[in-house]
Nanobody, 126 residues
Framework: QVQLVESGGGLVQPGGSLRLSCTASGFTLAYYDIGWFRQAPGKEREGVSC????????YYADSVKGRFTISRDNAKNTVYLEMNSLKPEDTAVYYCATDRPRSIQCTLLDYEYDDWGQGTQVTVSS
């Protein structure tokens, strides 16, 4: 059974850090482009970052560029999202998802993604 599980969310003060993990079971994550998305209450889901399967190139939304880092450990079948200098506006449920490998840069268009995890809550508050 194909399954994605996010973990690592929690409550953190502004300026703090968290590392989210996205672990796959039932399939090999290395064969897919992986995206991280988030959805805050009352807001639409937005793309945060993605990493390609071919050359591990990455892409970030402007809102997180310079603060978040996406990476993958294929041996652990896991993709990470390192989040630093967190702000209250980063508060959201964070999801990872799989996309078919692309010959060009990975995309943050959520409708292109197929399998999704259940999400992990990130709350940034003092």
């Amino acid at each position: 059974q194909v399954q994605l599980v996010e973990s690592g969310g929690g409550l953190v003060q502004p300026g703090g850090s968290l590392r989210l993990s996205c672990t796959a079971s039932g399939f090999t994550l290395a064969y897919y482009d992986i995206g991280w998305f988030r959805q805050a209450p009352g807001k639409e889901r937005e793309g945060v970052s993605c990493i390609s399967s071919s050359d591990e190139s990455t892409y970030y939304a402007d809102s997180v560029k310079g603060r978040f880092t996406i990476s993958r450990d294929n041996a652990k079948n896991t993709v990470y999202l390192e989040m630093n200098s967190l702000k209250p506006e980063d508060t959201a449920v964070y999801y990872c998802a799989t996309d078919r490998p692309r010959s060009i840069q990975c995309t943050l268009l959520d409708y292109e993604y197929d399998d999704w995890g259940q999400g992990t809550q990130v709350t940034v508050s003092s």
